[in-house]
C-alpha cells in the first residue's frame, strides 16, 4: 500500500539551529514527492517538490530510494519557519492522477 | 493570477442533511481533486475531476460525490450527514497534463455537522 510517515508529530527548536523534518514513503515504484506547508492561519501551500529540485526559503529535499526517504532540511532555522509541514506523494499511474497521498504532519516550532 | 477559492468558508448543518461545496480552480487548471481533513484521519484524498470527467476516486462512501462543470468549477456533495463528516474540506487544482502536477489549495470549507 502507498503511504507516507512522518514520525515527529512535532518538532522544537531554537532560532538558528539546524531543522531536519523526516518523511519515509512506502510505495514500489518511483512516485512524485513533495513538501506543502501551513502557516498558521493561511492555506497549504507549496514549499518544494522533487523533481524541481529548488531551495525554497532555504529548504532542501533529497530523494533517498533506497531508504525511501524524503527528508527536509534548512540548515538555520528561523522563527518565521514555525509552521506545520506535510509531506506527501503522488505516485505514477493513470489510475493515481490527483491523488496526493499524505503523511500525519510535523509541526515545526522554532524558540526565539 | 487569483488562487483557489472555495465557498461557503463555514457551514454548520445536522446529521440527516445534505451539502455542497463550491470550488473555483486557478484559471487554466482544468484538474479539481478534493480532500477531507480531520485531527484523527489527517488528509484524505475524496476524488479528482479533469474535463467534467471524474477520474480518481478514493475510499469514501458513495455519500460522497462530486461533479465537474465546463468552466472547470467544481462543487461536491455529501448526502446523509453523519456527525463524522465533520473536517475541513479543501480543494485543489491542477494544470493536470500530467498526473502528477503540482496541486495548489484553496482555503477550505469547514463543515460541522451538528
Known amino acids: 500500500a502507498q503511504r507516507v510517515t512522518q514520525p515527529e508529530k512535532l518538532l522544537s527548536v531554537f532560532k538558528g539551529a539546524p531543522v531536519e523534518l523526516k518523511c519515509n514513503y512506502s510505495?514500489?515504484?518511483?512516485?512524485?514527492l513533495f513538501w506543502y506547508v501551513q502557516y498558521s492561519r493561511q492555506r497549504l501551500q507549496l514549499l518544494l517538490r522533487?523533481?524541481s529540485r529548488e531551495s525554497i526559503k532555504g529548504f532542501t529535499a533529497d530523494l533517498n530510494k533506497g531508504e525511501t526517504s524524503f527528508h527536509l532540511k534548512k540548515p538555520f532555522a528561523q522563527e518565521e519557519d514555525s509552521a506545520m509541514y506535510y509531506c506527501?506523494?503522488?505516485?505514477?499511474?493513470?489510475?493515481?492522477?490527483?491523488?496526493?497521498?499524505f503523511g500525519q504532519g510535523t509541526t515545526l516550532q522554532v524558540k526565539p | 493570477k487569483a488562487g483557489v477559492t472555495q465557498t461557503p468558508r463555514y457551514l454548520i448543518k445536522t446529521r440527516g442533511q445534505q451539502v455542497t461545496l463550491s470550488c473555483s480552480p486557478i484559471?487554466?487548471?482544468?484538474?479539481v481533486s478534493w480532500y477531507q481533513q480531520t485531527p484523527g484521519q489527517g488528509l484524505q484524498f475524496l476524488f479528482e475531476?479533469?474535463?467534467?470527467?471524474?477520474?480518481n476516486k478514493g475510499n469514501f462512501p458513495g455519500r460522497f460525490s462530486g461533479r465537474q462543470f465546463s468552466n472547470s468549477r467544481s462543487e461536491m456533495n455529501v448526502s446523509t450527514l453523519e456527525l463524522g463528516d465533520s473536517a475541513l474540506y479543501l480543494c485543489?487544482?491542477?494544470?493536470?497534463?500530467?498526473?502528477?502536477?503540482?496541486?495548489?489549495f484553496g482555503p477550505g470549507t469547514r463543515l460541522t455537522v451538528l
Open positions: 506527501a506523494l503522488i505516485p505514477y499511474g493513470s489510475s493515481n492522477t490527483g491523488k496526493l497521498i
Open positions: 484559471s487554466g487548471h482544468r484538474s
Open positions: 475531476y479533469f474535463s467534467e470527467t471524474q477520474r
Open positions: 510505495y514500489s515504484g518511483s512516485p512524485e
Open positions: 485543489a487544482s491542477s494544470l493536470a497534463n500530467v498526473g502528477t502536477d503540482t496541486q495548489y
Open positions: 522533487h523533481i
